[in-house]
C-alpha cells in the first residue's frame, strides 16, 4: 500500500515537473525558432490614405510584426521603412525638421533613404515598397524571420 502511495506520488511530482520544464522551455525555443515563412513571401498592407499624409510627415505601423514607418517627403512621394534601429532594436522618431530618423536609446540618426548619418548603428534601415493606387497607400515587405 505504501508503495502504491509512492508511485502514485512519484507520477503526480514527475508530470509536475515536466508541466514546468515544457511551461517554461517552448517560449524559450520559439523565442530562437520563430514560424518560418518562406523568402519569396510578401507582406503587402494598407497603411494610410493620401489624406491621412500631410506632405513631410510620418505614419507609424506594424509590418510583419515589426515597426515601420511611411513618411510622405515634401515633394509629395512616399518613402517607406523599417523603423527598428540597426543598432539594438529601438523604435526610431522621424524628425520632420531636417528630414531624418532618430534613435532615442543611443542617438544613431538616419536619412530619408535609411542611410546611417550618426552611429552607433552602421546599417542601414530597411526600405520597403510603396504602392500608390487612387487614394490608398500600401507598403510591402519581402517576409524574412526576424
Ligand atoms: S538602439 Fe538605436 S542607437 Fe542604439
Do not use: W
Not at 61 to 70: E, G, N
Amino acid at each position: 500500500m505504501a508503495s502504491t502511495r509512492r508511485q502514485f506520488l512519484n507520477r503526480i511530482l514527475a508530470g509536475g515537473i515536466t508541466a514546468i520544464t515544457v511551461y517554461v522551455i517552448y517560449p524559450i525555443l520559439r523565442f530562437f525558432d520563430p514560424p518560418s515563412v518562406t523568402p519569396d513571401e510578401q507582406s503587402r498592407i494598407f497603411v494610410a490614405t493620401a489624406e491621412e499624409m500631410n506632405l513631410n510627415s510620418a505614419k507609424f505601423f506594424r509590418l510583419l510584426d515589426r515597426a515601420a514607418v511611411l513618411v510622405r517627403l515634401p515633394n509629395g512621394n512616399y518613402r517607406s521603412l523599417s523603423a527598428k534601429c540597426t543598432d539594438l532594436g529601438c523604435t526610431v522618431s522621424f524628425r520632420p525638421v531636417g528630414d531624418y530618423f532618430h534613435c532615442n536609446c543611443h542617438g544613431s540618426e538616419f536619412s530619408i533613404s535609411g542611410r546611417v548619418l550618426r552611429g552607433p548603428a552602421e546599417r542601414p534601415l530597411e526600405e520597403y515598397d510603396v504602392s500608390v493606387e487612387g487614394d490608398k497607400i500600401y507598403v510591402s515587405a519581402p517576409a524574412k524571420t526576424v
